[in-house]
């Protein structure tokens, strides 16, 4: 996927956007408005790939068979977990229940 200028100046427009959002209902509407039933589900799927990395209590393939995808998926997650900031490791961890 090749980022052109424009994609990452529409990105971060719809990343401030999301951000004036002033409730869970409103930011759902908006998801719904701007990606389809498809890409919400990549959404969660990858939220729960990258939770159930960092809790670190299973396997890789232990975790896509619970979560019934790839291991190449889960592979991708704990791939992009590696260069991510460890500031947003620990927020993810301290908003998840």
């Known amino acids: 996927?090749?980022?052109t200028k424009l994609s990452?100046?529409?990105?971060?427009?719809f990343i401030k956007l999301c951000l004036?959002?002033?409730?869970?209902?409103?930011?759902?509407?908006?998801f719904k408005l701007l990606?389809?039933?498809a890409e919400q589900e990549d959404i969660?799927?990858?939220y729960a790939i990258v939770i159930g990395l960092l809790s670190g209590k299973k396997p890789q393939r232990e975790l896509?068979?619970?979560?019934?995808?790839s291991i190449?998926?889960?592979?991708r997650g704990s791939n992009?977990?590696?260069i991510v900031d460890p500031k947003i490791k620990r927020l993810i961890l301290s908003s998840t229940p």
């Open 1 to 3: 996927f090749m980022q």
């Open 8 to 13: 990452i100046q529409n990105w971060q427009k």
């Open 20 to 30: 004036k959002a002033t409730a869970p209902k409103q930011l759902n509407e908006l």
């Open 35 to 37: 990606l389809t039933n």
């Open 44 to 46: 969660a799927a990858r």
């Open 64 to 69: 896509a068979k619970q979560l019934k995808i």
């Open 72 to 75: 190449a998926k889960i592979t």
């Open 80 to 82: 992009a977990l590696r």
